[in-house]
């Protein structure tokens, strides 16, 4: 089957967005709030170099997004043809390990498939920001599209399988866990896939689903091939699977489990034959549902985004003014440490959402800061001045004041808090601390 070219198909056959126009006009409103006050607060304070870039108005108008991971064989293209109801070529569904790349099936008006690189560059797809994982990866990512009805609200992403040894892994260009932290950041539903007869979990799989963790809450078990297995041995499958996955995961909620074959082949045993058809009319309705809630979620994931923009700028005008006169030292540790409960009263609305200043933050994805980095080079505010929002929400900079810990009044601190108001870096600084800690 012959390929569309990049741009042939760029111009004339992907569908952008699913919104109606109000959705689409809150969105945009939304987005103008984000670009004219957050994001110079964010370039300002170098919030990129510490927890995730900023977001593309491409990412935040994109339709809701389906992850599929899982090990090799486990029907996760096959569950992505029965979904879309396509017999593509481009589906390659074998016993063996069949699918090398990662591929977004996206909604068009003709069938052709989108290279990575070309892919990267499209204003129509939300994937701009894969760019940075360099262009080995992207040789193995490819946009595939299909005029089916389902992909009008709905993107998914089917992904290779996660293989066992370290020794499959070495031709990898690509470190997989990080590319899979950085889809389900953005997705809003992860389904998890594993076959029946295969429940063992691999380190690298098992790396996969840590990284998963922040993210549980949108993450759907799939026991695929279930058809496969008689009634008594379906049971002792079904308890192995829960066991095995909440040890990975760690959390208190059980993760909801869909028991079935997502095919369109005839059930093998017919024992729960009422349950495979109740789990797969459930899975769609699931699906189905997206749409009609991801404004809300993402509002939301703004939201707890600007909470966490806050926090870091928080933490780095506290670094800078402890650091204005006497520059950095061990003596900073302690300090800050000192300074915790004071800036959990003063600035944060409750213990949990003050970041601790204990080694052990990691970057966005699993990569942590590399210590020997001096901190007036990965966070060059703090030789030019702490930030502190006015109550316009205008972000300035202005000189911490000689006198008093601090630098800046508390009223100023307070008024900036009442501004829109902002996460997370405090994994950056924490690991950086921890090298300074231990040189």
Same mark, same amino acid.
């Given at each position: 089957?012959?390929?569309?070219?990049?741009?042939?198909?760029?111009?004339?056959?992907?569908?952008?967005?699913?919104?109606?126009?109000? &959705?689409?006009?809150?969105?945009?409103?939304?987005?103008?709030?984000?670009?004219?006050?957050?994001?110079?607060?964010?370039?300002?304070?170098?919030?990129?170099?510490?927890?995730?870039?900023?977001?593309?108005?491409?990412?935040?108008? &994109?339709?809701?997004?389906?992850?599929?991971?899982g090990?090799y064989?486990?029907?996760?293209?096959?569950?992505?043809?029965?979904?879309?109801?396509?017999?593509?070529?481009?589906?390659?569904?074998?016993?063996?390990?069949?699918?090398?790349?990662?591929?977004?099936?996206?909604?068009?008006?003709?069938?052709?498939?989108?290279?990575?690189?070309?892919?990267?560059?499209?204003?129509?797809?939300?994937?701009?920001?894969?760019?940075?994982?360099?262009?080995?990866?992207?040789?193995?990512?490819?946009?595939?599209?299909?005029?089916?009805?389902?992909?009008?609200?709905?993107?998914?992403?089917?992904?290779?399988?996660?293989?066992?040894?370290?020794?499959?892994?070495?031709?990898?260009?690509?470190?997989?866990?990080?590319?899979?932290?950085?889809?389900?950041?953005?997705?809003?539903?992860?389904?998890l896939?594993?076959?029946?007869?295969?429940?063992?979990?691999?380190?690298?799989?098992?790396?996969?689903?840590?990284?998963?963790?922040?993210h549980?809450?949108?993450?759907?078990?799939?026991?695929?091939? &279930?058809?496969?297995?008689?009634?008594?041995?379906?049971?002792?499958?079904?308890?192995?699977?829960?066991?095995?996955v909440?040890?990975?995961?760690?959390?208190?909620?059980?993760?909801?489990?869909?028991?079935?074959?997502?095919?369109?082949?005839?059930?093998?045993?017919?024992?729960?034959?009422?349950?495979?058809?109740?789990?797969?009319?459930?899975v769609?309705?699931?699906?189905?549902?997206?749409?009609?809630?991801?404004?809300?979620?993402?509002?939301?994931?703004?939201?707890?985004?600007?909470?966490?923009?806050?926090?870091?700028?928080?933490?780095?005008?506290?670094?800078?003014?402890?650091?204005?006169?006497?520059?950095?030292?061990?003596?900073?540790?302690?300090?800050?440490?000192?300074?915790?409960?004071?800036?959990?009263?003063?600035?944060?609305?409750?213990?949990?959402?003050?970041?601790?200043l204990?080694?052990?933050?990691?970057?966005?994805?699993?990569?942590?800061?590399?210590? &020997?980095?001096?901190?007036?080079?990965?966070v060059?505010?703090?030789?030019?001045?702490?930030?502190?929002?006015?109550?316009?929400?205008?972000?300035?900079?202005?000189?911490?004041?000689?006198?008093?810990?601090?630098?800046?009044?508390?009223?100023?601190?307070?008024?900036?808090?009442?501004?829109?108001?902002?996460?997370?870096?405090?994994?950056?600084?924490?690991?950086?601390?921890k090298?300074?800690?231990r040189?």
């Amino acid at each position: 089957m012959s390929s569309p070219g990049a741009d042939e198909i760029g111009a004339t056959s992907i569908s952008r967005r699913v919104w109606n126009m109000g &959705a689409l006009g809150v969105l945009r409103k939304l987005w103008q709030i984000y670009a004219e006050t957050v994001l110079p607060l964010e370039q300002k304070s170098f919030y990129e170099h510490f927890c995730a870039p900023p977001i593309s108005l491409e990412e935040f108008e &994109a339709r809701p997004q389906v992850l599929l991971l899982g090990q090799y064989s486990t029907g996760k293209t096959s569950m992505v043809k029965w979904l879309t109801e396509s017999e593509s070529n481009y589906f390659d569904v074998r016993p063996q390990p069949s699918t090398d790349k990662f591929m977004a099936v996206v909604h068009g008006d003709e069938e052709g498939i989108i290279h990575g690189n070309a892919a990267a560059c499209l204003p129509q797809l939300p994937y701009q920001g894969l760019s940075k994982f360099g262009t080995d990866f992207l040789g193995s990512f490819q946009a595939l599209v299909l005029p089916s009805e389902i992909l009008r609200d709905i993107t998914f992403i089917d992904t290779p399988g996660v293989l066992s040894g370290s020794k499959q892994r070495i031709g990898r260009d690509y470190d997989f866990a990080k590319i899979s932290a950085w889809m389900a950041d953005r997705a809003d539903l992860v389904l998890l896939t594993f076959d029946a007869h295969k429940l063992d979990i691999s380190d690298e799989f098992q790396q996969v689903m840590e990284v998963l963790r922040p993210h549980a809450g949108k993450v759907r078990c799939v026991l695929n091939k &279930a058809d496969q297995i008689d009634a008594s041995n379906l049971v002792r499958v079904y308890g192995a699977l829960l066991w095995n996955v909440g040890k990975v995961f760690q959390t208190p909620e059980v993760a909801r489990v869909f028991v079935s074959s997502f095919w369109n082949e005839p059930y093998r045993f017919q024992d729960h034959v009422t349950l495979f058809e109740e789990d797969k009319a459930a899975v769609v309705k699931e699906l189905q549902s997206l749409p009609h809630t991801a404004l809300l979620r993402k509002i939301n994931n703004l939201t707890a985004r600007v909470r966490r923009v806050r926090t870091h700028v928080i933490v780095v005008g506290y670094l800078r003014s402890r650091t204005l006169l006497s520059g950095w030292s061990d003596e900073c540790i302690p300090q800050a440490r000192d300074g915790e409960r004071e800036r959990e009263s003063s600035h944060f609305g409750s213990r949990r959402e003050c970041p601790s200043l204990e080694p052990g933050g990691e970057r966005e994805g699993g990569e942590a800061p590399n210590p &020997a980095d001096p901190l007036r080079e990965r966070v060059p505010l703090l030789r030019g001045g702490a930030i502190v929002l006015t109550g316009k929400n205008a972000p300035t900079t202005c000189l911490p004041r000689r006198g008093p810990p601090g630098g800046h009044s508390r009223e100023q601190s307070r008024r900036g808090s009442a501004a829109l108001l902002l996460h997370f870096v405090a994994g950056g600084i924490r690991g950086y601390l921890k090298g300074r800690h231990r040189t």
